[in-house]
């Protein structure tokens, strides 16, 4: 059964309303369509204006260079950059270009932007997040502390590069360029639009080809979405974590009823890169244990902190690297384990794990652990390791009361 020919009207609307800018040049780079403007461009100013004149010099001069290469090349480049927008702010992109050759002579780039300027916004925020901390840490005086909390936000960070990671993944692989094919065909065919989309087999083919498009960016959007919502999250416990080490609280004040797996799915998630770039195999022993009373954010940073140590000493060895996480409870107490096949520790260093400033690592600072240990006694419970010599693993437990709600 053949498909309807594509309305004119319903295709104009379908390219203003795509997720990405699509702006089609001609070989000199000015600009012969734009899909829609925003932030307070005009499309009329912008039509047959150059591309590069649009960016700021140092921008366009970068910019003007990747066009340059695909030109020569034949073969689609990728960059970021930034915009002035009039109505005010910077707005920052991600940009597909590829140069093409119409059947009439016509040549020509074309560019599909998509906005990643609130990636930028959160990556700013925590960059200043941090700056606030370290101003914070100096008029306090209180330099135990500002280590802390460094060492706790660089865990968090972790998942923050995962997110940003997943993000540009999703970004590299987006099927905004079948939007650019569209685009092609139509820019090809515009004197003779009406006939090619009734009478000319590739016209029909365009409902096809957008009903891919609506599909795929309907999932890229999805998957966007849930990436950013992780990525904010990320961010309010890195703002969670300087506001609960820069406040002296007492035990109990931080703690709310919670069930203690979605906290090592957290934890496993925010070391995900980690874990998978360095071939680490995890194996969860998860007892059922119901609510308790936690001081979750305590107990996440002590967690963070084992896990990212148990993936530093696997690091050092060959062959198989296993990364075992468990919890159970008894009567009065629940445990958290985190246990490593790694380096292992030497019985002379096991008595001297937690103090203040020791450290087994060549670049370590003795920091993590300690820290560590004064969180779970903070909450009333215990940290213990436990290893049988080099080369032999480690296994480390935080032991807390099973308070119920």
């Given amino acids: 059964m053949s498909s309807r020919p594509l309305d004119p009207e319903v295709l104009r609307t379908a390219l203003q309303s795509a997720p990405g800018h699509i702006i089609v040049t001609d070989e000199e780079y000015r600009i012969r369509y734009l899909n829609r403007v925003e932030h307070g461009f005009d499309l009329e100013q912008l039509i047959g204006t150059s591309y590069l004149a649009v960016l700021p010099p140092a921008q366009a001069r970068k910019v003007q260079a990747v066009l340059e290469r695909a030109r020569e090349t034949g073969e689609p480049q990728q960059y970021e ?10 707005q920052w992109y991600s940009t597909q270009i590829s140069w093409f050759e119409a059947s009439d002579g016509s040549k020509g780039m074309i560019c599909i932007l998509t906005e990643i300027t609130k ?3 959160a990556e700013q925020r925590v960059e200043a997040l941090r700056h606030d901390l370290v101003q914070a840490s100096h008029r306090a005086g209180m330099a135990e502390i500002a280590t802390g909390v460094l060492h706790n936000v660089g865990n968090v960070l972790n998942s923050v590069n995962v997110s940003a990671d997943t993000l540009m993944r999703e970004l590299e692989s987006s099927r905004l360029h079948l939007l650019g094919k569209a685009v092609r065909m139509l820019a090809d065919n515009r004197e003779r639009l009406a006939e090619f989309l009734r009478d000319d087999p590739k016209g029909g083919k365009l409902v096809e080809l957008l009903a891919q498009v609506d599909a795929a960016l309907e999932g890229e959007h999805e998957r966007l979405r849930k990436e950013t919502s992780r990525l904010a999250e990320h961010l309010t416990m890195m703002r969670s974590i300087v506001e609960a080490q820069q406040t002296i609280a007492r035990l109990g004040d931080m703690s709310e009823p919670a069930r203690p797996e979605p906290l090592i799915e957290q934890i496993l998630s925010m070391f995900q890169l ?3 770039t360095r071939f680490i195999e995890v194996a969860l022993q998860l007892e059922e244990v119901g609510k308790v009373v936690l001081d979750k954010q305590a107990t996440l940073q002590v967690l963070a902190n084992l896990v990212r140590n148990a993936i530093e000493s696997l690091e050092e060895i060959e062959g198989g690297r296993h990364l075992w996480v468990r919890l159970r409870a008894d009567d009065d107490r629940i445990h958290f384990e985190v246990e490593d096949n790694g380096m292992g ?4 260093n096991l008595p001297r794990l937690f103090e203040h400033g020791f450290s ?3 670049n370590g600072h003795g920091f993590g652990l300690h820290a560590s240990a004064v969180a779970a006694r903070t909450m009333n419970g215990t940290l213990e390791a436990v290893s049988e010599g080099p080369g032999q693993g480690a296994c480390f ?3 807390l009361p099973r308070v119920l709600p």
């Fill in 119 to 121: 990636q930028r916004e």
């Fill in 360 to 362: 087994t690592k060549r």
């Fill in 274 to 276: 980690d874990l998978e």
């Fill in 345 to 348: 520790i030497a019985p002379e």
């Fill in 397 to 399: 437990r935080l032991s």
């Fill in 81 to 90: 950059t930034f915009l002035e927008a009039p109505a005010g702010g910077r």
